[in-house]
């Protein structure tokens, strides 16, 4: 199964600002990785690949989300399975 997702720094999405805000927009089209997680344990894929990975930084305060960090909010949200990332 291949799978678009969307991540930004959880504390970047707690503020009351116009990077905040711009980031909620931007993640607002894309799935997150622990809802992400939640399909792939529904339809129990062979493989999951996650394509079109958007990674939100609209301020340099926080710091950016990365592939292995993503990867990781996957497992955490009980996601076991075969995952790669597309290059």
């Known amino acids: 199964m291949i799978h678009s997702v969307g991540a930004a720094d959880a504390e970047l999405l ?3 600002t116009n ?5 909620q927009i ?3 089209h894309h799935t997150p990785p622990e809802d992400a997680a939640k399909v792939f344990n529904e339809t129990k894929p062979k493989l999951a690949v996650f394509t079109h990975m958007v990674v939100v930084a609209t301020d340099p305060k926080y710091p950016k989300p990365t592939q292995e960090s993503i990867v990781e909010s996957t497992r955490a949200a009980g996601y076991d399975g075969s995952l790669e990332i597309a290059r």
């Open 19 to 23: 990077a905040a805000k711009k980031a």
């Open 14 to 16: 707690k503020q009351d």
């Open 26 to 28: 931007i993640l607002n």
